[in-house]
């Protein structure tokens, strides 16, 4: 009668793909793949063990706050905050050390606290209001770059702490920048949450079908604001490990993060409806971001070309996300 | 008629043939949905298409329809091939938009507009008036469809198909949720449009509709046709031996695998009403009051847009009661949430699958761990290995039909939806059951693994509370039956042999005149 002995063969998972999906999911590796071979030959610099260091330290930023994006994505949400709450965490933490205490966690502390408030802050208003989050996080976008523009009056904060350029920049562990490190056990955390936990399951109904996830029992505005909060705690993470490196805070950081954030979720498969995606393939959407970053700038292309590019890859990776 | 050819013309000349369908058959992802049918229709004639749940009938309609293509076959109508005109169907899957009104869904497509383009809608909603005037229906032309309950909306496609004028008219599941007495003007309809020479095809598995309405009756299973017959040759247990393909005496197998899912709570048994409601208010009821006891399985029977399914919803805490009181176990409850009514034991198997029973484009594996999660939850994360041994079983019991259980929701046959939704609350811990057409579009075979399942819950303490427009259904299954009006609530009802299905028609419709009356 139930053909379920072929379940061994299919072995369907509780995160990411359901069915149909296969090919958006291989889509996002075999453009990674391609976009490496392309520029190993045309730049001789890009494999070179220094730059791809590099790559994985400029990435982490994106594929960090990318996989907060994903949960929000996921739940049928947007968050185009991300880049000014980059900034305004930054501030946090430098104006924390510079002025409070010059202790490394209180001035982590800080800048995840100030994600977090922020994600909070959208999440609330979305669901409490029925605001759609696209107008909430775009007001948000706005809040979030005066109040960063306004504490100093647009001067940048310098930081003097070794041990916070340690912890989250310079130092290296197994070889790797500790900024991989980081973005690895984000990463592998955000498997767990999304693909193995409870909480996971809940932000796949709830972006899959609001109405029947609240049918089944599931508080989907709770599902809701805890992904914007996770988000906006990631996005105070990444903010660390910029200024990690920079040694200070500068108000405008982070513009256009958003842009490259939505793009990596969207190349890694994530529906933009709703519902599916996974966190390995947000990872692989940030490394070519990441990499077409890296690459442009070595083969000299100037930032306002690499705008377009980017710009359009989003266009096309949205209208081949669509497809059935 | 014309006769195009020398061979088929004057075979459609002597029996009427309006419909031919040859040789078809359908492949998804390399199953047979469909394997070498062949199908004709009469012109008068009503064609009943049964089989059980994933047989293939609404893959056939969706390919005469022409809306899905076949792989193999042909499709023609008066010996041509089939164009688009010559064909209405009403799917089983609801298609209306909800956003427009009932008379812009019943023109959508050819709309009537003046000189300049202009939509004329009061011309529309005159034609649409007469139209719901014929066919008897109680709905407003102007009135938006996402306003009206599921069967009002079904009612529409059904005049939608009407107003098409076609040769052929084809109903999938037209009456799954329909009451008696919208099913009785429905087959009032059908036999009118019958004189007219329309052919309609008509799926169904409410048997006795096949006995009432039907000449001739094809069955199919498992993709393959098994038998076209007259219906006058036929009895109803030959029919469903053909039909679930056993011998008559034969059962299926058990739901005894179930008590693992519903240990006994004593503890929480007690000798009090289960569920007490009363004076409830709400959306489009007012003053209804009932009480449940533990092991007690009670039916509701109200007509359409009497508030049944609000009245369900208000209880699992969808909506919020305007007056009145609801008790669980003596103690006074107003759920803020579906949440807090899951958590306090109160399920709801809703009416609507596709907005609020299945997530349609997650697997069947994630559909029912999400329901089961408290079950299956290891703290924070989710034990994979038993929700696949849960599900594994919850697929055998109810006989859920599907490549796999990493097989999509929207994948399956529309009963085998249906079988999910259910089985989403075969959990432990439910102390009251609330089911709204629990068993629509369920196939016979099934259907008795449901309600044993539901007789389990009961035995185990649950007060079950059902809804179904299948008044044969609430005989079967209920205890005791309440006759609800939108204002009035009669008292409980035991439920003997004497309490058929024309009975507990006739009886809801003296209440509903002297409802009516006493306004
Ligand atoms: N889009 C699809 N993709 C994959 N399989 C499908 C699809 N549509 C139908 N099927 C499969 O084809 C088979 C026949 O389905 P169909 O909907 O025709 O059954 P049915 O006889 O109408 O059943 P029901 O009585 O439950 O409505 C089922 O096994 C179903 O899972
Ligand atoms: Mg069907």
Redesign the interface.
């Known amino acids: 009668?139930?053909?379920?002995s072929?379940?061994a063969?299919?072995?369907?998972?509780?995160g990411g793909r359901?069915?149909?999906d296969f090919i958006r999911e291989y889509f996002v590796y075999i453009a990674l793949a391609a976009l490496i071979v392309f520029f190993a030959f045309a730049s001789p610099y890009f494999m070179t063990t220094q730059n791809v260091a590099n790559i994985g330290r400029q990435t982490a930023t994106v594929s960090i706050v990318a996989v907060g994006m994903a949960f929000v994505i996921i739940n049928a949400q947007i968050d185009l905050s991300v880049g000014s709450v980059f900034a305004l965490c930054g501030m946090a933490s430098a104006l924390v050390m510079q002025y409070v205490v010059n202790f490394w966690l209180l001035g982590a502390l800080a800048a995840v606290a100030v994600g977090v408030v922020f994600g909070f802050l959208n999440g609330l208003v979305t669901v409490k209001l029925g605001v759609p989050s696209f107008l909430v996080t775009l007001g948000m976008l706005g809040v979030a770059r005066g109040i960063a523009l306004l504490i100093t009056d647009t001067k940048p904060v310098l930081i003097s702490n070794p041990t916070y350029f340690q912890i989250f920049g310079e130092s290296t562990f197994l070889g790797l920048p500790i900024a991989v490190i980081w973005t690895l056990v984000i990463v592998a955390i955000g498997v767990?949450v999304l693909h193995?936990?409870?909480?996971?399951?809940?932000v796949?109904?709830t972006g899959?079908?609001p109405?029947?996830?609240?049918?089944?029992?599931?508080?989907t505005q709770r599902t809701i604001i805890s992904s914007f909060v996770i988000t906006g705690a990631l996005v105070g993470l990444a903010s660390l490990l910029f200024t990690g490196i920079a040694h200070a805070a500068r108000p405008d950081l982070g513009s256009g993060l958003e842009l490259d954030v939505i793009a990596a979720v969207i190349l890694g498969g994530v529906s933009l409806f709703g519902?599916?995606g996974t966190i390995i393939g947000v990872l692989a959407g940030s490394l070519i971001i990441g990499i077409m970053n890296n690459g442009l700038v070595l083969m000299g292309v100037s930032s306002s070309v690499q705008q377009i590019i980017k710009g359009i890859i989003i266009i096309a990776a949205v209208s081949l996300s669509k497809k059935r | 008629m014309s006769a195009p050819n020398a061979q088929s013309g004057s075979d459609s000349e002597e029996t009427g043939t309006l419909l031919q369908a040859t040789g078809l058959s359908k492949l998804f992802s390399g199953i047979y949905a469909l394997k070498d049918v062949d199908f004709d229709l009469k012109a008068g004639e009503v064609h009943a298409l049964l089989g059980p749940n994933g047989a293939g009938k609404s893959t056939l309609i969706k390919i005469l329809d022409g809306v899905q293509p076949q792989d193999e076959g042909s499709v023609e109508v008066d010996g041509r091939p089939r164009t688009s005109g010559d064909i209405a169907t009403v799917f089983q899957e609801l298609s209306l938009i909800p956003a427009l009104t009932v008379a812009q869904n019943i023109f959508l497509g050819n709309e009537i507009h003046n000189a300049l383009g202009l939509v004329r809608t009061g011309e529309m909603n005159r034609i649409v008036k007469v139209l719901t005037d014929r066919l008897g229906l109680n709905i407003r032309p102007e009135e938006p469809v996402e306003n009206l309950s599921v069967a009002s909306r079904q009612l529409v496609e059904i005049a939608k198909a009407i107003h098409r004028n076609a040769r052929v008219l084809v109903l999938d599941e037209p009456t799954s949720t329909l009451t008696k007495a919208d099913q009785l003007l429905l087959f009032k309809s059908i036999r009118d449009i019958q004189k007219a020479g329309v052919g309609i095809i008509y799926v169904t598995h409410r048997l006795t509709e096949v006995f009432e309405l039907a000449d001739r009756v094809t069955v199919i299973r498992d993709g393959r046709k098994v038998l076209t017959a007259q219906v006058s040759d036929m009895e109803m247990k030959s029919l469903v031996s053909v039909i679930t393909g056993t011998k008559t005496d034969e059962v299926g197998p058990s739901a005894q695998d179930f008590d693992r899912y519903v240990p006994a709570d004593e503890a929480q048994l007690t000798d009090g009403p289960r569920l007490q409601v009363s004076m409830l208010s709400g959306d489009r009821f007012s003053n209804i009051s009932l009480t449940v006891a533990p092991g007690q399985i009670v039916g509701i029977a109200g007509l359409i847009g009497t508030g049944r399914t609000e009245l369900l919803e208000t209880i699992a805490g969808?909506r919020r009661s305007s007056a009145g009181d609801i008790r669980l176990d003596g103690k006074s409850v107003s759920f803020k949430?579906?949440?807090q009514?899951?958590?306090a034991g109160v399920a709801?198997v809703?009416e609507d699958r596709h907005?609020?029973?299945?997530?349609?484009?997650?697997?069947i594996?994630?559909n029912l761990?999400?329901?089961h999660?408290k079950a299956l939850?290891r703290g924070?994360?989710?034990d994979?290995g038993a929700?696949?041994t849960l599900v594994?079983g919850l697929?055998?019991t109810l006989?859920?039909?599907?490549?796999?259980?990493?097989?999509?929701v929207q994948?399956l046959s529309g009963g085998n939806q249906q079988k999910v939704v259910f089985a989403?609350w075969m959990q432990p811990g439910v102390r009251v059951l609330l089911l709204d057409e629990p068993t629509q579009g369920v196939d016979v075979g099934a259907r008795q693994e449901i309600y044993k399942v539901i007789h389990r819950f009961a035995e185990e303490g649950a007060a079950v509370l059902v809804v179904s427009s299948d008044f044969v259904e609430l005989q079967e299954l209920c205890d005791e039956i309440y006759f609800m009006t939108s204002t009035t609530m009669s008292e409980p009802e035991p439920v003997t042999a004497e309490t058929t299905d024309q009975y507990i028609y006739s009886a809801l419709n003296e209440r509903v005149i002297k409802s009516h009356e006493r306004d």
């Not at chain 1, 009668?1 to 379920?4: D, P, T």
């Not at chain 2, 907005?355 to 697997?363: A, K, P």
């Not at chain 2, 006989?399 to 999509?408: F, L, N, R, T």
Request: without cysteine; hydrophobic residues 45%; positive net charge.
């Open positions: 009668m139930n053909a379920i072929a379940s063969a299919t072995k369907p998972r509780f359901s069915g149909g767990v193995k936990s409870i909480f996971g399951l809940r796949f109904a899959g079908n109405q029947a996830a609240r049918f089944t029992g599931v508080n519902g599916r | 969808v949430s579906t949440a009514a899951v958590s709801l809703p907005q609020s029973g299945v997530i349609l484009q997650h697997s594996l994630r761990a999400l329901a999660s939850r924070p994360l989710m994979d929700a696949r594994r697929i055998d006989q859920i039909k599907a490549v796999s259980m990493g097989s999509p994948s989403k």
